[in-house]
């Protein structure tokens, strides 16, 4: 009664300040806003943060760009979801069924759980890194007296508790919602001002960021799909013909996985299910439209421009073209401890430069053989190429922070992102679980369900390169559902028997539908360019059974339309 009483009159407010001026407008937002922080905090998770640092490491400012430019196709995609939601009411899972198309429908819910479970994978990681490699390397790191997996068990189950807690808190009435989007917003201020510090500190101390560079990174680049960042090539011209080819497409490789990571996690095909759903668990009406923008402008735009942006500036001053400490001096020969992790990275990337030029038949003796034989602008290349951690990414915060408190502040900011990503994969889950079964939204159905996400516990057991990189392959996977959420939602918007008088016209139409044809566009594009690059033609018969499945389904649909009008119009 008394979460129905404060929407009521909520819903009045909402309605009262729409003639008032604009500070009481932006001042009631803010205090209600949600949704939009939600996302945030959801966007802000572990593949932003991956995707930011290893686009600076591998592309410098010249991909500045990539980010704002993915949030805002997913921004205008979430907005046509939003529009239909608030001015309906309905339960989007349930509409599209009926109204566009069934397969579409059950796609969208099934993508956004699997979404789901696969990200949880890389934020158990990165928990995991963070605790191991900045906060408590002496306890449960490599040199700590616990055992490797009794370290892992350790953390997974912590950080697993703590996440349970946390989402079932959500399904405590709206005094328990309120308490969970405030904890986020805690969480996405703290790591949003650490990495704006860094930044204003290299700025404005050591004069290590340029930003006339910065400005021309916010110009599109798509070139660099096809070959490496600027700042290589300096680096590739010193290299004979086979080792330049070698190195190229190896960057080439890396650079189109991190483009595809920073599409998929800047707006997720899971996000799209929670921003629906977390609305119609407030209550919200079509009285919220002025609400759900200012949401999307303060609670996602904004904090994810500024704290991805900032983390790919620090990380391009400290790691772009940049050798990894300490495999120079080794191959120098001297004394060097090196991470076992990077070390094999960077043998198997010199390996595999010999097999290039002289195939895989090779056995262990001659492949070392050839190896000595390389330049060492080879050995530069490898070293630079490397597989960066949270203990070697930690150091973009040194300059603010000092080498203490670096470790600690981005640890603490890592695990932070990995907690609130993994309570909202929960939360996610336990609402599609909850719609896909049709029961309430809420009680031991949805708190069972948002356990599917928790077998993202099982990451760290599993991925045994750098914890980081996990969320970049995990991204490129989940690129290739979005297209089903952003193409559903274009059909949404201009079905006229499920918009009814609702439904946009005239130039507002024409602007709906432009924008929606650019979002959909780039990301199917996108999509379909990775599903033949990783899949091949077994990926494309995935993608024609599919469009075939769609189009039986748009026929089942039609028909049950017709069956049910003859039964209601006989």
Not at 181 to 208: D, H, P, Q
Not at 272 to 292: D, H, I, N, V
Not at 393 to 420: K, N, Q, T, Y
Request: charged content about 15%.
């Amino acid at each position: 009664m008394a979460d129905d009483k404060q929407n009521i009159e909520e819903s009045k407010l909402m309605q009262e300040i729409q003639n008032k001026n604009i500070l009481v407008r932006i001042q009631t937002y803010f205090r209600l806003s949600g949704p939009g922080w939600l996302q945030s905090a959801l966007s802000l998770g572990g593949g932003s943060l991956a995707s930011s640092l290893y686009l600076g490491v591998l592309a410098g400012y010249s991909m500045l760009w990539l980010q704002p430019l993915a949030m805002l196709l997913g921004i205008i995609m979430l907005s046509a979801l939003g529009y239909f939601t608030l001015a309906s009411g309905e339960r989007p899972l349930e509409a599209i069924n009926r109204h566009v198309n069934p397969v579409l429908g059950w796609a969208w819910a099934i993508a956004s759980l699997l979404a789901s479970m696969i990200w949880a994978l890389p934020q158990f990681s990165l928990a995991t890194s963070a605790v191991q490699q900045n906060l408590l390397p002496g306890l449960l790191g490599a040199a700590g007296p616990f055992e490797h997996t009794t370290s892992l068990l350790i953390i997974s189950a912590i950080v697993l508790a703590v996440a349970i807690t946390i989402t079932w808190n959500y399904d405590r009435g709206a005094k328990g919602i309120r308490v969970y989007e405030w904890i986020l917003k805690g969480m996405v201020g703290i790591i949003m001002l650490s990495f704006i510090g860094v930044v204003v500190r290299l700025t404005f101390v050591s004069g290590a960021v340029n930003w006339g560079d910065i400005g021309r990174g916010l110009i599109p680049d798509p070139s660099l799909i096809f070959q490496p960042a600027e700042g290589f090539l300096p680096l590739l011209s010193g290299l004979s013909e086979v080792s330049r080819s070698y190195w190229t497409d190896l960057i080439v490789n890396q650079q189109i996985n991190v483009m595809a990571a920073a599409l998929s996690s800047a707006v997720g095909i899971n996000m799209t299910f929670l921003f629906a759903y977390s609305m119609l668990r407030r209550k919200w009406g079509p009285e919220y439209q002025g609400l759900m923008r200012f949401d999307m402008a303060t609670g996602m735009f904004i904090p994810f421009i500024l704290a991805t942006g900032c983390v790919l500036i620090a990380s391009t001053s400290q790691f772009h073209t940049v050798p990894q400490d300490g495999f120079l001096e080794k191959m120098e020969g001297n004394e060097v401890t090196l991470d076992q992790t990077q070390l094999n990275q960077f043998e198997s990337f010199l390996e595999n430069r010999v097999i290039y030029e002289y195939g895989d038949n090779l056995n262990d003796q001659q492949i070392q053989a050839y190896i000595d034989e390389l330049t060492r602008d080879d050995y530069v290349m490898a070293a630079t190429l490397i597989t960066r951690d949270a203990f070697d990414l930690a150091f973009s915060l040194e300059p603010l922070l000092g080498d203490f408190f670096s470790h600690i502040v981005f640890g603490i900011g890592v695990l932070g992102m990995a907690i609130s990503s993994i309570t909202l994969m929960m939360l996610i889950s336990g609402l599609v679980i909850c719609e896909v079964f049709g029961f309430p939204r809420g009680g031991w159905v949805f708190r069972i369900g948002s356990l599917a996400a928790g077998l993202g516990v099982l990451g760290p057991f599993f991925w045994q390169q750098a914890y980081f990189w996990l969320a970049i392959p995990v991204s490129v996977i989940t690129l290739m559902l979005l297209p089903i959420a952003y193409f559903t939602f274009f059909l949404m918007i201009n079905n006229k028997a499920l918009m009814g008088k609702h439904l946009p016209s005239g130039s507002r139409r024409i602007l709906w539908n432009s924008l929606m044809l650019l979002s959909v566009a780039v990301i199917g594009t996108s999509s379909f360019y990775m599903l033949w690059l990783r899949g091949g033609y077994a990926g494309l018969t995935v993608l024609f059974v599919f469009l075939v499945m769609v189009a039986m389904g748009d026929w089942y649909r039609r028909k049950n339309n017709i069956s049910r009008s003859e039964v209601e119009n006989p």
